[in-house]
């Protein structure tokens, strides 16, 4: 099992990169996203790998970012999605963005991804759902103890977040665009609604 590659890139496609390490020249499968990221050639990497294994062909796919590797690798436990499904997702979307269409329920946003309908954007939301927790999007402050309401301090932070969302889509917005634009603003679940609503509309213009 290859767990990372270091080295550098000797070779930049459409859909992979040849990075060489120790005189081995490795083809890497990765996506679009990660393509447009890489400044050039000769550039030093670090790529975290999956190794696909077919009857006749062995396919090293990888990502910079170990949250895009475990991305990639939710998406193949989903039905009907193998590794260039998965690709062409994360190829449209990143990985936040992904999260935030999977719990708002927004298929459009996946059906960007080229060979993605509205079933295949279905079933990613029905099985990565209970995979992705609202709470990733919104991370605690480091260091940042828990007292004894804790628990109720972030309920209520977070139906705050929600009143929120709420608001945003009775002004015609989807749900996916009012996550994203909460998404961007500092301690958006500190916030009380009114301020969060109007933070989070500036972010839509």
Do not use: C, W
């Not at 996946?110 to 990733?136: P, Q, S, W, Y």
Request: aromatic share 8%; charged share 25%; glycine share 10%.
């Amino acid at each position: 099992m290859i767990g990372y590659i270091k080295g550098t890139i000797e070779g930049i496609f459409k859909d992979s990169v040849f990075i060489e390490n120790n005189g081995i020249g490795y083809r890497i499968f990765t996506s679009g996203m990660v393509i447009e990221r890489i400044k050039g050639l000769h550039q030093k990497v670090k790529f975290f790998t999956y190794l696909h294994v077919r009857e006749d062909e062995l396919s090293l796919f990888g990502f910079p970012e170990t949250e895009e590797l475990d991305t990639f690798k939710l998406l193949l436990g989903v039905n009907g999605i193998g590794p260039k499904a998965a690709l062409s997702i994360l190829s449209v979307l990143s990985v936040r963005d992904l999260s935030l269409a999977v719990m708002s329920g927004d298929t459009k946003a996946i059906t960007r991804a080229n060979g993605i309908g509205a079933k295949g954007a279905g079933r990613v939301i029905m099985e990565l759902k209970d995979k992705l927790r609202f709470e990733d999007l919104f991370p605690a402050e480091d260091g940042m103890e828990e007292s004894a309401g804790s628990g109720l301090d972030r309920m209520e932070k977070g139906n705050g977040v929600q009143d929120t969302v709420l608001a945003l889509v009775s002004l015609g917005y989807s749900e996916f665009e009012a996550l994203k634009a909460i998404k961007q603003i500092p301690e958006a679940e500190l916030l009380e609604p009114e301020e969060l609503l109007k933070a989070a509309l500036k972010k839509m213009f």
